[in-house]
């Protein structure tokens, strides 16, 4: 069974809630930056939603906006594009004043072989899942300097820790990023910014189904996780709940991982 979001969310306790913070969400129109976006405002977070499908991420800003009448705000972004990024932050600060958190949920996996992987795949992976993440923390980080606070999660990956099959170029963006995080919460501290990641293993979204009907796949992820399921959004937004929340206001520097034991083999 997946993560009852009704039942963990609730409750007023001051660790989690976030009232009175902003929060960009990257990678926002479905799926897992879905989820996460829901969850932070649930908290009470104002949101500024960003992904490059303008349709799927007004959609997205509008359900939630109905679904927590909390304020919720997005902007087409493109995260390889490092002016897209600066007009992302620069948004978020002209329409609410400060950014509190950020989370880079965009990101992307082609699956190749080895032998097979292209330089146009290669490029785009690297593109969208380490310099998009990169430029959209230091776009934020910028603003979070001058207030002295922020929270900023990285979405990395157990391929961040593991090889996996079929994912040369994704597993390198993202051991990239775990050691990305680390360099900058080592730079951020001085200016009270918790820099951090989520590493999550195979999640069940409406985008990576299709990748469970291939029998033996399957039954090599179903061989690897320890727990008799995938995971689902919401476990891994629970994740980023804490790191965005002032529970882990002592932590940074952290990969999270949120695997069902995959890296303990």
């Not at 009852?4 to 976030?18: A, M, Y």
Request: charged fraction near 20%; aromatic fraction near 6%; glycine fraction near 8%.
């Amino acid at each position: 069974m997946g993560i009852d979001k009704s039942e963990q969310f609730s409750g007023t306790d001051p660790f989690f809630d976030l009232s009175g913070s902003v929060a960009i969400v990257t990678g926002a129109a479905g799926g897992l930056g879905e989820d996460v976006a829901e969850t932070l405002a649930s908290r009470g977070a104002s949101l500024l939603l960003c992904d490059l499908n303008e349709q799927g991420v007004a959609e997205t800003a509008e359900k939630i906006a109905a679904a927590t009448g909390q304020s919720v705000e997005y902007a087409v972004v493109n995260v390889c594009s490092v002016s897209d990024l600066n007009a992302m932050a620069d948004k978020a600060m002209d329409r609410f004043g400060r950014i509190d958190i950020l989370v880079n949920s965009a990101g992307i996996n082609i699956p190749q072989e080895a032998l097979d992987v292209t330089e146009e795949a290669w490029d785009k992976v690297l593109d969208i899942n380490l310099k998009g993440s990169f430029f959209a923390c230091q776009a934020v980080a910028r603003h979070m300097v001058k207030q002295r606070s922020g929270k900023i999660i990285n979405v990395s990956s157990q391929a961040g820790a593991v090889g996996l099959i079929r994912r040369a170029a994704y597993c390198s963006s993202k051991g990239a990023i775990n050691n990305l995080t680390r360099e900058l919460a080592l730079e951020w501290a001085q200016y009270n910014i918790n820099v951090n990641a989520v590493a999550p293993t195979f999640v069940e979204t409406e985008l990576t189904r299709h990748m469970f009907k291939e029998k033996e796949f399957r039954e090599y992820v179903d061989a690897n996780i320890l727990f008799d399921r995938l995971a689902v959004p919401a476990d891994v937004s629970a994740g980023i709940l804490y790191l965005a929340s002032h529970a882990s206001d002592m932590v940074t520097g952290h990969i999270l991982h949120i695997d069902g034991g995959w890296t303990v083999h």
